[in-house]
């Protein structure tokens, strides 16, 4: 996570350098060089979360003016300059501000003020255990249903197509029927009433000619979803040959969805073991049989879920890297 803290006086900037040494974290001094507004302004563009140390109301004016919506606000914490008592102010389950709260309450020997239902009430969280296991929440508008549930003390069922390691919490009926209440898939489910969670294990393996550009990629990449009925949501990174290392329209591509582009030499991907969709054309230009496949399951370390799909001369592939979900959803570490 990367983590941002402002202070505003020279107690406060102590606890500040001593949460970002904690936590892995920036320690900034409010006015130099940037005021509270402009501070704020960057700090929601290129990061995870934010920590004030200080006044809650310096904080909530402070951030008011930029908040959207749950799935896309950073985490943003409160704290007082004694360290006393951390607060969530936004973001608390799927940006992870609870759990900051919790772990700055833990160096600080102070308190985190929780005020979320679910955590209050001491009852499953589905968009904290969403998070916890990586996953996606793809209608995030579904949330506030499952949660009522779990409030009122109703069972939800859970269906997963992985294995969930562990005892489902009370209240959690973990199950295989087909009208389960959440999901956990990297499939398109076509019931609008399931909260659906995609895990980002997916990554995206692609060849392409020279001079591909990214609206190309981007058309490609739409198609082969749609036809293989798959979630973009679970892709993370992508992978290629180094021979494509530079490719402007990949590398736009991937810079537009936030992916790492890794790329391998013909040699390491010849070296990956597995029934690949092999080319003659793409062996004599490449050095290699096959890119999208190959490059995909080299770069998750797991295995191919989607074989090559050709579209405008691009070739995609999806690989899952290994995963195994389990029944945590606050972190106690």
């Known amino acids: 996570m990367k983590l941002a803290v402002l202070s505003f006086t020279d107690r406060g900037q102590a606890l500040a350098q001593g949460l970002s040494a904690a936590l892995g ?25 934010l ?24 985490a943003v914490v409160a704290v007082d300059e004694g360290g006393n008592y951390a607060i969530p102010l936004a973001s608390g389950h799927l940006g992870g501000a609870n759990d900051l709260a919790r772990q700055i309450a833990r ?33 995030p508008e579904g949330i506030k249903s499952i949660a009522s549930k779990c409030l009122a003390g109703e069972t939800v069922s859970l269906s997963s197509d992985w294995p969930v390691r ?18 956990v898939t990297l499939r398109r489910e076509d019931r609008q009433t399931v909260l659906r969670l995609v895990p980002r294990i997916l990554v995206l393996g692609v060849g392409c000619r020279r001079g591909t550009t990214a609206a190309a990629l981007e058309r490609a990449l739409a198609s082969f979803l749609e036809v293989r009925g798959m979630e973009p949501q679970g892709i993370y990174a992508a992978a290629s ?10 590398v736009e591509f991937c810079a537009r969805h936030g992916w790492p582009l890794e790329t391998f030499s013909a040699q390491a991907l010849r070296a990956v073991a597995g029934d690949f969709t092999a080319s003659p054309f793409v062996q004599q230009v490449t050095g290699v049989d096959n890119v999208c496949e190959r490059s995909a399951v080299l770069a998750s370390g797991g295995t191919l879920v989607e074989k090559k799909y050709t579209s405008e001369g691009v070739t995609l592939a999806l690989a899952a890297r290994p995963y195994t979900p389990d029944w945590r959803w606050i972190d106690e570490s």
């Open 241 to 250: 040959i180094d021979l494509k290392q530079d490719e402007g329209g990949l």
């Open 166 to 183: 562990g005892v489902p919490p009370e209240g959690v009926c973990l199950t295989e029927a087909a009208d389960a209440m959440v999901r």
């Open 25 to 49: 974290g920036t320690a900034w001094r409010c006015n130099a060089p940037l005021n509270l507004r402009d501070w704020t302004h960057q700090r929601f563009q290129d990061s995870e979360a």
């Open 107 to 139: 160096v600080c020997g102070g308190v985190a003020a929780i005020t979320t239902a679910t955590d209050v009430n001491g009852v499953f969280s589905v968009d904290a255990w969403a998070r916890h296991q990586n996953c996606q929440v793809c209608n």
């Open 51 to 74: 920590v004030y140390v200080g006044a809650a109301g310096i904080a909530v004016r402070a951030i008011a003016p930029h908040l959207e919506s749950k799935t896309r606000d950073p």
